[in-house]
């Protein structure tokens, strides 16, 4: 399954962005998505996950009241709504896709919070 994500930028402390990830080539309903952040020298870290049906979704402590992640299987997109953002959420955001032991990410949206 291929991933491709957008709807990343310059927001300022406070804003709201909605991140979407278009995924192609797989059936989209079979996978478990997720969001990931990166910020430069640190690892990869969990922000949010939602069953391949919609039903169960789980976040982060520190995006929790915060971050929503939510699917639509009929436009095979998974989206990540981020409000009341802070300079500390900037880095770049990764979708995940997991089917069975089997992972795929897409190639990552920059979010920037300026304070």
């Known amino acids: 399954v291929q991933l491709q994500a957008s709807g990343g930028g310059l927001v300022q402390a406070g804003g709201s962005l909605r991140l979407s990830c278009a995924a192609s080539g797989g059936t989209f309903s079979n996978y478990r998505m997720g969001w990931f952040r990166r910020v430069p020298g640190n690892e990869r870290e969990f922000v949010a996950g939602?069953?391949?049906?919609?039903?169960?979704?789980y976040h982060e402590d520190s995006v929790k009241g915060r971050f929503t992640i939510s699917r639509d299987n009929a436009k095979n997109t998974v989206y990540l709504q981020m409000n009341s953002l802070k300079p500390e959420d900037t880095a770049v955001y990764y979708c995940?896709?997991?089917?069975?032991?089997?992972?795929?990410w897409g190639q990552g949206t920059q979010v920037t919070v300026s304070s």
């Open positions: 995940y896709a997991r089917r069975s032991f089997v992972g795929y």
């Open positions: 939602i069953s391949s049906n919609g039903v169960t979704s």
